[in-house]
């Protein structure tokens, strides 16, 4: 098992719905898990972070922890065609290393 | 006032030649990171410095070489260049080891080898 896995993609959604990005891990000692978004050419840019169990929002996206399930989401409300990138969920291992998933590539159109 | 900034952004070289990659951050992070980024955009850990020190190296070949002459710097120098060397290649920097912070990253490399 990978040790950060999400699906590739894409993922294609209408503008204005909801469009949501899943992540699973494998080190159920994991505390802190991180998603990044990554336009075509572009570094990869930290849009959330969720520490505790439960939802977390902010704006438009909202970030959601199960670790009973090791399972990390991201979720964005009124999907805009400028949230076309992929998202990269990201988890600490070993509390000195991040490690990234594959990522999703999300297509947002009008 | 860039963050983390990488130089160049595009190198294009020969199979067997030697390069550098540059890295600065300025903002005073005690740890810094090189990723190496493939064509199927799975980023992976190469190198971590923390102050200076070498706290993890990720089975990297040994022709990949990081420097870090202070906290603030960490260039990787590859040598006898290959084509699967080709990718592009970003540092990143945090506040401390341990990542349970946010990572800033530079601008990437792009390294393509002919």
């Known amino acids: 098992q990978k040790e950060v896995e999400q699906n590739s993609g894409p993922l294609s959604v209408p503008e204005g719905a909801i469009a949501s990005l899943n992540c699973t891990y494998s080190?159920?000692?994991?505390?802190?898990f991180f998603w990044y978004r990554q336009y075509s050419g572009k570094s990869p840019e930290l849009i959330m972070f969720?520490?505790?169990?439960g939802d977390k929002e902010d704006g438009r996206f909202t970030a959601q922890l199960n670790k009973a399930s090791q399972y990390v989401s991201l979720l964005i409300r009124d999907s805009q065609p400028s949230d076309s990138a992929t998202y990269l969920c990201?988890?600490?291992?070993?509390?000195?290393?991040?490690?990234f998933g594959t990522g999703t590539r999300l297509q947002v159109f009008p | 006032d860039t963050a983390v900034s990488q130089t160049p952004k595009y190198l294009v070289t020969q199979m067997g030649n030697d390069k550098s990659i540059k890295c600065e951050q300025n903002l005073g992070h005690d740890t810094m990171y090189w990723y190496k980024q493939d064509s199927k955009k799975f980023l992976k850990i190469m190198f971590s410095y923390n102050n200076k020190e070498l706290i993890i190296n990720e089975t990297v070949p040994n022709r990949f070489s990081p420097k870090s002459p202070d906290k603030a710097h960490l260039n990787l120098h590859i040598n006898s260049l290959e084509l699967g060397d080709s990718a592009v290649y970003f540092c990143?920097?945090?506040?401390?080891?341990?990542?349970?912070?946010?990572?800033?990253f530079g601008q990437g490399t792009r390294l393509t080898v002919v």
């Open positions: 990143a920097s945090s506040q401390w080891a341990g990542m349970n912070t946010e990572a800033f």
């Open positions: 990201a988890v600490p291992y070993n509390t000195d290393k991040l490690i």
């Open positions: 969720i520490y505790s169990n």
């Open positions: 080190d159920r000692g994991s505390q802190s």
